[in-house]
Nanobody, 125 residues
Framework: VQLQASGGGLVQAGGSLRLSCAAS????????MGWFRQAPGKEREFVAA????????LYADSVKGRFTISRDNAKNMVYLQMNSLKTEDTAVYYC???????????????????WGQGTQVTVSS
């Protein structure tokens, strides 16, 4: 499984960015995909997760209402639309994937076995 994240950049507070994660290497119908982020000096934290098969996305409280995770099954792409960005959203963002057959979507990094490289998001004030 290969995951390739992209779309990061520099944006002013209140602005928007869309991150993309290209997945390849296998069929992902039984996978859950997540976005995590890590700010300097802080631990990696969960942002959002979505199952390839559908279902209700899961969000961290800190991004709920501002970020939207989505997927395009035909293109094997997962997206993170980030609106109303705040300076505290500045971090390296990672996409991750793991086999998942239902139940609670995983929201800790240790539950995901596949990771893409990070993409830097910087929100200026």
């Amino acid at each position: 499984v290969q995951l390739q994240a992209s779309g990061g950049g520099l944006v002013q507070a209140g602005g928007s960015l869309r991150l993309s994660c290209a997945a390849s290497g296998r069929t992902f119908s039984n996978y859950v995909m997540g976005w995590f982020r890590q700010a300097p000096g802080k631990e990696r934290e969960f942002v959002a997760a979505i199952a390839w098969s559908g279902g209700i996305p899961l969000y961290a409280d800190s991004v709920k209402g501002r970020f939207t995770i989505s997927r395009d099954n035909a293109k094997n792409m997962v997206y993170l639309q980030m609106n109303s960005l705040k300076t505290e959203d500045t971090a390296v963002y990672y996409c991750a994937g793991e086999v998942w057959y239902g139940g609670r979507p995983p929201r800790t990094g240790g539950e995901y076995g596949y990771w893409g490289q990070g993409t830097q998001v910087t929100v200026s004030s």
